[in-house]
């Protein structure tokens, strides 16, 4: 594990008494470490699901594009379906031509080929317009979605000089309607450009020009494109600052926080506001921070908790959206950048909720969860679904059979990393023959060269603990790992399923050998912590027998463990990037691991 600085040692904001106080305070406490997951607790049950995966030779996207530079995500919810919007560029940020895609999902877990929403415009010197964008969507009072994107101009696309904002609706049928400018900068580059695409008041549909109409005249929700347009000198913006996200207060104001962790709130819907703070004890980070009213009547704030990485994406909470307090982590997992790329930062990052115009409580499961979106590397595309309460903690023993998880979902409870390559899904294993007389089970899938599926079970935090489960293996030259961790991610017990065909169990960081695995068969393991608060060791049954002399010591010291882990690939602290990685385009030969009966008693 790497050394683990004091959250007051990364953010050196301090409060003096003779300064006024922000209307964000955060309390902690958090210790944050340079690793994958900071050191944190996961949210539990939080599901991290990939939406996209760049590909430079094999495109998934419908339109061909092979762009490697995925970033900037976007999120709405309507009629049932969620759209998510992103930027597409070639190889770095601000590569042009740079467009806008689109793709949609009913559940969240399964995504439409992405299509060019907002496609790039040639400029008169050769270049393309680059797009940028800090908005995505907007649902007008009449019920219609519209899309947005900003069309920026070479070297930078929001510097004030691009040429405008684009708008077009999106029908219930999935079809895009006619594309308009909405808004134009008036201190454009190539102001006698003539332009591909009208003003909206042009268009012959009504309901689409008030609908454009209506969005202009909020002030709240247009603040969040000053910053594309920030030469402009009309007085159409009452506020400065990139990327805001609000909510509404118990008070019924509006609390917004920008990037740089700037705070300021207006009492009548952006028409004006006060003097922008800084929120104390928050990291400056120069990604974005999303904050959003959560069904609980609580207050969620997500960002990447130190001044300069981004990495974890981590979530405090509120009470009355001014003190939060606690820290947990949203997405825990940082692979290796398989592109390589002109400012191209590693992490979850860039994170963005479902938009606002949205009702407060959109999305499946909307008064139990809430979602998020966000670029990993700046060349994938996630959505994360957390559970509401936001929490680290669960009660009771467990026993999960996944019978009541409908096949081709995900279970509830479960701490869950499923990139598009390395899939975990509920199956029903009744199906399939060679699993014999099963119903549903829980596969872990792995195609991905450079990735893995990660599926993990919080539960009490105990010192003893009496664990059982049954895994299949399809094959017996992959790996499966199984860990189980305390609430700093340290791995006392450590086992594996190797590509050998052997089960490994770690003793005292030594890799001692099990005995044969038998693939297309059912093995059950049990481990067993005693209760002793002093016990520093782990007996393991497989199949009732123990395949070691003795019960395996801890590989690190712990006083408690609160989490089981099963991967399909060997643990990593954290990924690199900066250089294009070999064979990133080709999957690699299908390993499967079913995993059923999980039961977790934890001693008193």
């Known amino acids: ?75 709405a919810y309507w009629r049932g379906r969620f759209y998510l919007e992103y930027l597409s560029g070639a190889v770095n940020e601000h590569d042009n031509p740079t467009v806008t895609s689109l793709t949609t999902s009913a559940d969240g877990l399964t995504w439409d080929a992405p299509r060019i929403l907002f496609p790039a415009i040639t400029l008169p010197d050769g270049t393309h317009t680059i ?99 920030q030469l402009d000198e009309s007085g159409f913006y009452r506020v400065k600052g990139k990327a805001l996200s609000y909510v509404t207060r118990p008070d019924g104001s509006t609390l917004g926080i920008w990037k740089n962790r700037l705070v300021a709130t207006t009492t009548n819907q952006g028409e004006s506001w006060s003097e922008k703070k800084f929120a104390a004890n ?37 009470e009355d959206s001014a003190t939060f307090k606690g820290l947990a982590s949203i997405h825990s997992e940082l692979p290796d950048q398989r592109f390589g790329g002109y400012l191209k930062n590693m992490g979850p990052q860039y994170v ?78 009744v199906t399939d023959e060679i699993c014999g007389p099963r119903t549903n089970v829980l596969e872990l899938r ?15 935090a105990t010192h003893g603990v009496k664990i059982s489960f049954s895994i299949f293996a399809r094959q017996n030259n992959a790996r499966l790992e199984i860990d189980l961790l305390d609430a700093k991610g340290a791995r006392p017990v450590r086992i594996a399923l190797g590509e050998d065909g052997h089960v490994w169990v770690c003793h005292e960081a030594q890799w001692i050998d099990g005995g044969v695995y038998t693939e297309l068969s059912w093995h059950k393991f049990v481990l067993e912590i005693p209760a002793a608060i002093d016990a520093d060791r782990c007996a393991l049954l497989v199949d009732g027998k123990s395949p070691l002399s003795r019960p395996a010591f801890f590989t690190d010291p712990v006083k408690t463990v609160e989490r089981l882990s099963f991967r399909t690939g060997p643990y990593r602290e954290r990924g690199y990037g900066g250089r294009d990685l070999p064979g990133a385009d080709a999957k690699v030969p299908a390993a499967s691991f079913l995993i059923d009966d999980v039961v977790i008693t934890p001693s008193p």
């Open 131 to 229: 797009a940028h964008q800090r908005m995505g969507f907007y649902v007008a009072p009449d019920g219609r979605l519209l899309a947005l994107s900003f069309y920026g101009t070479p070297p930078s696309p929001n510097d004030g000089k691009g040429l405008g904002r684009a708008v077009r609706d999106i029908h219930a049928d999935g079809s895009f309607g006619d594309l308009y400018f909405i808004r134009l900068n008036t201190k454009r580059d190539f102001p006698d450009l003539p332009l591909p695409y009208q003003l909206y008041s042009a268009a012959p549909d009504p309901g689409f020009v008030s609908a454009c109409d209506a969005l202009l005249a909020d002030k709240l929700v247009t603040a969040q494109w000053w910053e594309e347009d």
């Open 352 to 429: 963005r909720g479902i938009e606002a115009g949205n009702p407060p409580k959109a999305g499946p499961d909307a008064t139990s969860t809430f979602w998020l979106t966000y670029s990993v590397n700046k060349e994938d595309i996630w959505v994360a679904r957390v559970p509401v309460p936001v929490t680290t903690a669960v009660t009771g023993p467990i026993h999960d059979d996944f019978e009541a998880t409908k096949p081709g979902a995900l279970p509830a409870g479960w701490n869950i990393y499923s990139p598009l390559w390395a899939p975990v899904r509920v199956r029903a294993a």
């Open 1 to 75: 594990m790497s050394p683990r600085l004091p959250l007051a040692l990364l953010l050196p904001l301090a409060l003096h008494a003779s300064e006024p106080v922000p209307p964000v305070i955060y309390t902690g406490p958090a210790e944050v470490a340079p690793t994958a997951d900071g050191g944190l607790q996961p949210v539990a049950g939080v599901q991290n699901i990939q939406v996209f995966r760049a590909n430079r030779t094999a495109s998934a996207h419908a339109d061909g594009l092979t762009d490697t530079y995925i970033h900037a995500p976007m999120l």
């Open 446 to 460: 792995d195609e991905d060269p450079y990735d893995y599926a990660r599926a993990v079970r919080v539960f009490p």
């Open 282 to 318: 928050l990291p400056n980070n120069a990604s974005k921070y999303w904050l959003q009213n959560t069904a609980d009547g609580r207050y969620a704030l997500i960002f990447n908790p130190t001044n300069r990485n981004r990495y974890p994406l981590a979530v405090t909470t509120s």
